[in-house]
């Protein structure tokens, strides 16, 4: 499955704004086809633990906590090339940075805020799904 699927969350700010169903539709509109999805909400612990990755950047401790702050949408998503072809579909991190009609420019607000995550690899991808979804919830 390597290669063709990533995962993504709509962030808790998009979902409060009321942006999750818009985003979940482009999504769709951009050819990924979702293979499992639920709202959830992060525990500050397992914000921590999903990020670990960045703890020792200085955007660790308000990544955590914007990201335990409220509900998310997290999905596995398919398309042949996934995870290259969702970080051009969202934008750059930076929605100021983003290109016109990229998911980040229309419901980002910050860099923090930027309405959605994406995998940067394969790997991760395969990681962080498995994080959110059992073998069970992926269709």
């Given amino acids: 499955m390597s290669g063709n699927i990533t995962f993504t969350m709509v962030k808790p700010a998009a979902v409060a704004d009321g942006h999750a169903a818009a ?20 525990s500050k612990e397992q914000a921590e633990r999903f990020y670990e990755v960045h703890k020792e950047r200085p955007f660790y401790g308000s990544l955590v906590k914007s990201m335990s702050s409220g509900p998310i949408v997290a999905a596995i998503l398919e398309k042949n090339n996934a995870v290259e072809s969702f970080r051009a579909y969202i934008g750059a991190t930076n929605p100021a940075e983003a290109a016109d009609d990229t998911i980040r420019k229309i419901y980002g607000k910050s860099i923090e805020d930027n309405a959605v995550h994406g995998s940067d690899s394969d790997e991760n991808a395969c990681i962080e799904s498995a994080y959110f979804f059992s073998q069970f919830e992926q269709f």
């Fill in 23 to 42: 985003i979940l539709a482009k999504i769709s509109a951009g050819g990924f086809r979702i293979k499992a999805l639920k709202m959830t909400r992060l």
